[in-house]
């Protein structure tokens, strides 16, 4: 079992680009998050989806906009990258009852 | 408003010194505290759920306590290999927002 996957590992945008960042999970949790990670600063929620077909907004979803395809793939995609949303850029699945959470590897996200 | 202070911010420690981690929160109804480690380049990594005041939880030379107003990670004897980010993440009632800390970087020389 893989767990959490998140593609790209790294990437290199140019302001203005779009791109989107894919996330898979084999654990068959209904819930899935986005986070992002920047130096000094705790883990920050971007968006989650409580279930297959719903996502709503955490605490910095400005920029992003996401995609929750099926119960596995959870997407976040920036559709006009700036240069603040340099960050490393985290998914991950809590189990059924919420108490632990399973992370992916993260994407390290470069805007230049 | 929901926080989590994390302190220090980075700890030094010799093999086999044994320390503590503080995380001080202030959250509406904690639902849960959370302790993950993270390697550098890795996604966090699952440690301890702690749910109410007075509960610990042991791992190997790790140790969770839990008060009304915080939380320590206590590290007995640690090795090189203990060193990491120790991040403490605390989640309100609802259940889908996790509020998490800036971390602790702990380095331990052999």
């Known amino acids: 079992n893989a767990g959490v996957t998140q593609t790209p590992k790294f990437q290199v945008l140019k302001t203005g680009q779009s791109m989107t960042l894919q996330c898979a999970q084999d654990?068959?949790?209904?819930?899935m998050y986005w986070y992002r990670q920047d130096p000094g600063m705790g883990l920050r929620l971007i968006y989650y989806?409580?279930?297959?077909?719903?996502?709503d907004k955490g605490e910095v979803p400005n920029g992003y906009n996401v995609s929750r395809l099926n119960k596995r793939e959870f997407s976040l995609r920036l559709e006009s990258a700036a240069p603040s949303q340099t960050s490393v850029y985290f998914c991950?699945?809590?189990?059924?009852?919420?108490?632990?959470?399973?992370f992916g590897q993260g994407t390290r996200l470069t805007v230049v | 408003e929901d926080q989590v202070t994390q302190s220090p911010e980075a700890l030094r420690l010799q093999e086999g010194e044994s320390s503590s981690l503080n995380c001080s929160y202030t959250v509406s109804g904690l639902r849960g505290l959370f302790w993950y480690r993270q390697d550098p380049g890795k996604g966090p990594e699952f440690l301890f759920t702690?749910?109410?005041a007075g509960e610990e939880k042991e791992k190997e030379r790790l140790k969770a306590t839990l008060t009304k107003k915080e939380s320590f990670l206590h590290i007995t004897a640690p090795k090189p290999e203990d060193s990491a980010t120790y991040l403490c993440a605390v989640q309100a009632p609802g259940g889908f927002k996790t509020i998490f800390g800036a971390g602790t970087r702990l380095f331990v020389k052999a």
């Open positions: 654990m068959n949790h209904n819930s």
């Open positions: 702690l749910y109410s």
């Open positions: 989806s409580a279930s297959e077909g719903t996502t």
């Open positions: 991950a699945t809590p189990d059924v009852l919420n108490t632990e959470a399973f």
